[in-house]
Each structure stands twice: as C-alpha cells, then as structure tokens.
Nanobody, 123 residues
Framework: QVQLVESGGGLVQPGGSLRLSCAAS????????VGWFRQAPGNEREWVSC????????YYVDSVKGRFTVSRDNAKNTVYLQMNSLEPEDTAVYYC????????????????WGQGTQVTVSS
C-alpha cells in the first residue's frame, strides 16, 4: 500500500524549532521530488519547499528562506523539513507530497499526499 506519513508537528513558542518527517511506505521515495505544502485555517494550501530526486536541489518560498531546510535520507525513505525561528504565521497543517517529474509549485502537479501534521506557533 502506497502511503506517505508526516510526523513531528506540535505546539512551539515563537523562535522555536520543529523537524517534520515525511516517511514513505509501499514505494521508493528516491525516485520522486518531494514537496512540502501548508494550509492555515481559511487560507488556500501554499507551497513551502521542495527537494528534487536527481541532485537534491532545494527550493523555498520566500517567507521561509533562511529558516527552513528540506533534506532527504533515501536509505530511510524519508524527507525532512527542519523549521527554525518559527513565527506565528507559520501555524498551519503541513503536508508532504510527491512529484515524479520535478519540483512543481502547484498542488495539482503532485500525486501522492500525506495526511498532514499540525504545526502551531504560539506563546
């Protein structure tokens, strides 16, 4: 069964850090680019970051550049999103998704999706 499972979300104070994980089962993640999206209440889903399958190139939305880092461990079939200097505006449900072609910016370009993990940044 093909599955993506996110974990690592939670409640953190402003300025804090979290590391999200996206673990794949039923298929090999190393053949896919993996993107991270987020959706805050009342907002559309937003592309946040992506890492390619070919050379591990990474891409970020401007609002998280310098604070978030995406990485992958193909041996563990897992992609990570390290989030530092978190801000209340980062509060959202975070999703990972796979793209067989490349790092797309739109959710319709992605095929497999996880169920999401809640990140809440609040004092």
């Amino acid at each position: 069964q093909v599955q993506l499972v996110e974990s690592g979300g939670g409640l953190v104070q402003p300025g804090g850090s979290l590391r999200l994980s996206c673990a794949a089962s039923g298929f090999s993640l190393d053949a896919y680019a993996v993107g991270w999206f987020r959706q805050a209440p009342g907002n559309e889903r937003e592309w946040v970051s992506c890492i390619t399958s070919s050379d591990g190139s990474t891409y970020y939305v401007d609002s998280v550049k310098g604070r978030f880092t995406v990485s992958r461990d193909n041996a563990k079939n897992t992609v990570y999103l390290q989030m530092n200097s978190l801000e209340p505006e980062d509060t959202a449900v975070y999703y990972c998704a796979t793209d067989l072609i490349s790092c797309g910016y739109y959710d319709y370009e992605y095929d497999y999706w996880g169920q999401g993990t809640q990140v809440t940044v609040s004092s």
